[in-house]
């Protein structure tokens, strides 16, 4: 699967970056086995908002501390593109054309005949069928603002890192649970990244993208009680009946995107088969139960894969999106 971005040799450093946390993998190589350090910090409120860097004086301190801290200059880094910024939608292109040829088209018509929501754009895309009538091959666009993308960079070349990645993140994470899933075609897995600021919904089926929306999870910080110990968060809820509720409502967006899935895009055809829960969120135990009591389908956790025993270090679930970008060779 591609990525955003691509230059550069080689990475040690990935981070995943939300509007309340900041985290963070170090490994020697592209891969889970070969970790060196892991940390996370909390973000102050009014930093980023929904992926967008509002405050840019507080973020450069705040990152400047954490490069610092955690020993990061001079270190080639991938990141994952703030959720929320991402902007997909399955085009119709003619068939006769080769992957680079989609590319030149893509860039030739963006703006024109193939709108999205901002001026200038980053974009990759994925095939997804060959098969359609009137001499049409179907793809799955991803874009993101370039300005979004240059922010980041900036900062971290500021901090003299060097970014060579920037990759989405649920095509980063489906990468990690395919090498558990090879042989799984049939499947139709719908992956929640279920955190305490979104949810990130995605489906695939037969290893490709065929759906993504991001959800903005209502999270007040008042309600948590927040502890750094050492590089580590430990958020305790204060208000448990209120913050499930909250979930609740959620529970209802994710079942509305499965019957959307089902009879609006498949006319009741195909259907979700698994999901695979994810996430930083610490009542994910409690959704998956409520998963599987409303839908009845199987909720499989990161416990499920094998190949996280690959990993040379006891590392917190809640860090399997750095850890899923550790596999992207550049």
């Excluded at 900041?22 to 592209?30: E, I, L």
Aim: proline content about 3%; charged content about 30%.
């Amino acid at each position: 699967m591609g990525s955003i971005i691509k230059v550069g040799k080689k990475e040690h450093v990935s981070f995943q970056i939300k509007d309340h946390i900041f985290r963070c993998v170090v490994t020697k190589h592209a891969s889970i086995d070969s970790i060196i350090h892991y940390y996370e910090r909390v973000i102050p409120e009014g930093i980023l908002e929904k992926g967008k860097i509002i405050d840019s004086e507080s973020f450069e301190m705040f990152l400047s501390d954490c490069v610092t801290e955690w020993k990061l200059k001079r270190k080639d880094m991938k990141f994952l593109v703030p959720d929320s910024t991402i902007f997909f939608r399955q085009l119709d292109v003619p068939k006769d054309l080769s992957k680079e040829e989609i590319r030149g088209y893509i860039n030739f018509e963006i703006g024109s005949t193939i709108h999205v929501p901002f001026e200038e754009v980053y974009f990759d895309f994925h095939l997804l069928d060959d098969e359609l009538e009137d001499e049409k091959q179907q793809i799955l666009l991803f874009a993101v603002p370039e300005k979004v993308i240059q922010d980041y960079v900036a900062r971290f070349e500021e901090e003299k890192m060097t970014p060579v990645v920037a990759d989405v993140a649920p095509l980063s994470l489906y990468r990690l649970y395919m090498q558990d899933h090879l042989d799984d075609m049939n499947e139709q897995v719908m992956q929640l990244e279920w955190d305490l600021s979104s949810i990130n919904i995605s489906i695939f089926h037969e290893h490709k993208p065929v759906f993504m929306r991001n959800i903005t999870q209502y999270f007040s910080r008042e309600d948590w009680e927040l502890t750094q110990h050492d590089n580590l968060v430990e958020w305790v809820c204060k208000q448990d009946e209120k913050v499930e509720g909250e979930l609740q409502d959620s529970l209802i967006e994710v079942e509305r995107v499965i019957d959307f899935y089902k009879y609006t895009m498949n006319k009741g055809e195909k259907e979700v088969t698994k999901i695979f829960l994810t996430g930083d969120h610490p009542k994910l135990m409690l959704m998956q139960k409520w998963l599987e009591d409303s839908l009845g389908v199987l909720v499989e956790t990161e416990k499920s894969l094998d190949i996280l025993s690959k990993v040379n270090m006891d590392v917190p679930h809640r860090f399997i999106l750095p850890l899923s970008l550790c596999l992207k060779e550049v």
